[in-house]
């Protein structure tokens, strides 16, 4: 597929949600990202669809895989980068949140790629900058390129319609299950979220996904699981009694593997706590998809800077 066909498919001049998408966008993102794959084809060629385009990583809260693949991203396009980090800069002296963002905007920024620790916050910049935005994580609410890549991974094994997904863990504090289940419930998948009755809103079911406490229930019914972390950073008191009881109802082992469906599609979205979401064999085992979800992450990345680029240059175009 060339470019061109993806921006009759364009997803408007932010990224913020998956929540806001149509399938049909959802599908045009992961069929660019394929082309990109198939045209990268492993090797580390730099093509020149965002040349002129400057591209901006705003991040206030740590990142690893987020964070590389979206500078790599941005420069594999043949785009200008410029790498922000909270520690360090002029919020330390008062400086707002927008302030900061518009700042490096004058500088001939085009496109933002925004990581906070509060929900909404790429969508206040979105109000605010003449920039296109991307949400990289704002808190609890939202990880659109985390689920694309997620989806990307399931599809490139599995047609995502009628699919048993299982996301386990923490999905009180997980935005990436909340992107993950608008994502996969538009492609046509089932979605059950499992974990401690703790760690499940009971509002979850207005999103119509399935509700499971007992993982050894699921396991023979489900084609893949997403084992999120819990997050501890976002928990005020304790969820559960211990870490070990915590690893023993719902971590992932080699055991549970064997009883579950065949060709169990395991992701993690990362950072992963080896022994406790999952154990190391099951990490390093064939069915884990771990790191293929972060080389497919660069893709995914790639196609949604080039969709809000080509909106940009239009925008431009129309003054
Ligand atoms: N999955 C994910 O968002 O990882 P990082 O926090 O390392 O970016």
Same mark, same amino acid.
């Given at each position: 597929m060339r470019v061109a066909e993806a921006d009759t498919k364009s997803i408007g001049p !932010? *990224?913020?949600?998956? @929540? @806001?998408?149509?399938a049909e966008q959802i599908t045009a993102i992961l069929d660019l990202a394929e082309h990109y794959r198939e045209q990268m084809n492993g090797g580390t060629e730099k093509l020149d !669809? *965002?040349?002129?385009i400057v591209v901006a990583n705003l991040f206030f809260e740590p990142s690893t895989r987020t964070r590389t693949s979206f500078n790599l991203a941005a420069r594999r396009l043949g785009a200008d980068t410029v790498d922000f980090s909270s520690?360090?800069?002029s919020l330390s002296k008062g400086e707002t949140f927008v302030d900061t963002a518009l700042t490096i905007e004058a500088?001939?920024?085009d496109l933002v790629v925004c990581r906070h620790r509060t929900p909404g916050a790429p969508h206040m910049l979105a109000r605010h900058l003449k920039a296109g935005v991307l949400n990289a994580g704002d808190g609890t609410h939202e990880h659109p390129t985390q689920a694309l890549l997620d989806m990307l991974t399931i599809r490139q094994r599995r047609d995502i319609r009628g699919l048993k997904v299982a996301l386990v863990g !923490?999905?009180?504090?997980?935005r990436v299950a909340r992107s993950n289940i608008h994502g996969l419930q538009k492609l046509g998948a089932k979605v059950i979220v499992c974990g401690p009755a703790t760690l499940i809103?009971?509002?979850?079911?207005?999103?119509?996904v399935e509700v499971a406490y007992n993982l050894d229930e699921i396991l023979s019914e489900v084609d893949c699981v997403n084992l999120l972390r819990v997050q501890f950073e976002r928990?005020?008191?304790?969820?559960?009694?211990s870490i070990e009881e915590y690893a023993h109802l719902f971590g992932m082992t080699g055991e549970r593997i064997r009883r579950a469906k065949e060709g169990l599609l395991v992701l993690a979205p990362g950072p992963i706590n080896r022994g406790v979401e999952l154990t190391p064999d099951v990490a390093d085992?064939?069915?884990?998809l771990i790191l293929n979800q972060v080389t497919n992450g660069l893709f995914v990345r790639m196609a949604c800077l080039s969709l809000l680029a080509q909106e940009r240059r239009r925008l431009r175009q129309s003054g």
């Open positions: !932010d *990224l913020l949600g998956i @929540e @806001e998408l149509s !669809d *965002l040349q002129g520690s360090g800069s500088m001939g920024v !923490d999905i009180r504090h997980s809103p009971r509002t979850i079911t207005q999103l119509g928990q005020r008191g304790a969820f559960f009694p085992g064939p069915n884990s």
